[in-house]
């Protein structure tokens, strides 16, 4: 729906962290699938809630972030960019309009090049029509659906990129406006979930698990949509409600591109991030002195009942499974072996190839 109030509006503390992430991940994924050994001849960059590109303090909008990516990081020569913007407020409409022509006052690359499309419309009805019109769809889009959750992004429109090469969507999910509201939500409110109601079930849960359920069915709408790998993570605001940003690819590479993209991000900003699936909750604040606790949980709980375990595969899983890098692991399970509940199969040193398990009988 259309902004209430004016336009543009302040720039909060998680937007910019937002954007800080949205940057340095187009940086790399412009160059790999532009100008990479395996390039394409044209890529898309697609947003359902596109905004005015610009915030009261003057502070760039992701529209013109995610064209400075390109800019910056790809040769002219290289491939096709198109750029789809979407927006239902007419204010933001004429808006960005204006601000990607301050921004770029000579087209940084021919119409052909970089065609660009800003529409007046939602994105549940002008977005698969705008890049159905730009002819994107055979090559590979990235669809920025930020929308906190407050306006539909169809499920249609989720299989479809899914089943587009080489496609992916980040979405940002506010999980109490569903907590909130869901005694007011009708059916249209399950399309977001893939149609499955479960997600109503929160209103029997406890405060503390309520926002966990929400992402839970969104993240399993996304894996049904299509998208095999998922990156999820919690954005803390000092002051106000904490939101989801979940990420779906179909390549293990773009969620390590992902998540270095969050690890490089300004802590400056005055956010945190954690891992949703902790149960502590613990807010990572510190990127250089990473805080680990979580990290060392989720792997005491994947080491429960499985039997000894290759750190390699406790590598894929913090890749594939947390908000931590592979090469927190060994770090993270040192904890456990300074308390004695770690057995590395011969006794060795911990490396990537050990095999390592619990100690039976542990409580760890």
Request: net charge neutral; glycine share 8%.
């Amino acid at each position: 729906m259309p902004v209430d109030g004016d336009v543009p509006w302040d720039c909060a503390p998680h937007t910019g962290a937002k954007h800080d992430i949205y940057q340095r991940y187009l940086e790399r994924w412009f160059p790999i699938l532009l100008a990479g050994a395996n390039a394409y001849p044209s890529v898309t960059y697609a947003e359902g809630f596109s905004g005015p590109g610009v915030y009261k303090g003057g502070e760039p909008g992701s529209p013109v972030i995610a064209m400075r990516a390109l800019v910056a990081k790809v040769p002219k020569a290289k491939g096709v960019a198109r750029f789809a913007f979407i927006d239902d407020d007419q204010r933001c409409v004429d808006m960005l309009l204006k601000t990607l022509k301050k921004e770029f006052p000579e087209r940084p690359r021919t119409d052909a090049a970089m065609p660009v499309k800003v529409v007046h419309g939602t994105c549940a009805t002008h977005l698969e029509a705008t890049l159905d019109e730009m002819r994107a769809w055979g090559q590979p889009i990235f669809a920025n659906l930020d929308s906190w959750g407050n306006a539909p992004v169809p499920y249609r429109l989720l299989r479809r990129l899914a089943g587009n090469v080489s496609s992916e969507v980040i979405v940002t999910l506010y999980p109490q406006h569903f907590v909130r509201f869901v005694s007011k939500h009708g059916e249209a409110s399950d399309a977001v979930f893939g149609g499955d109601p479960t997600w109503r079930t929160v209103v029997d849960l406890a405060p503390e698990a309520k926002r966990r359920h929400i992402l839970t069915c969104y993240r399993q709408a996304l894996r049904a949509a299509g998208f095999p790998y998922l990156l999820d993570f919690e954005l803390i605001p000092r002051t106000g409600q904490p939101l989801y940003l979940i990420f779906g690819t179909g390549h293990p590479l773009g969620v390590q591109k992902m998540k270095d993209s969050l690890w490089e991000v300004d802590r400056a900003q005055g956010v945190g991030f954690r891992d949703p699936r902790d149960e502590q909750a613990e807010t990572l604040f510190d990127v250089n002195q990473p805080v680990l606790g979580p990290l060392t949980r989720l792997l005491t709980q994947r080491l429960r009942g499985s039997g000894p375990v290759r750190v390699e595969d406790l590598r894929e899983f913090a890749l594939l499974e947390t908000v931590y890098r592979p090469e927190h692991v060994i770090k993270a399970l040192k904890p456990l072996m300074d308390q004695g509940v770690l057995s590395i199969q011969g006794r060795g040193a911990l490396w990537r190839s050990s095999v390592v398990s619990l100690v039976e009988a542990s409580s760890v």
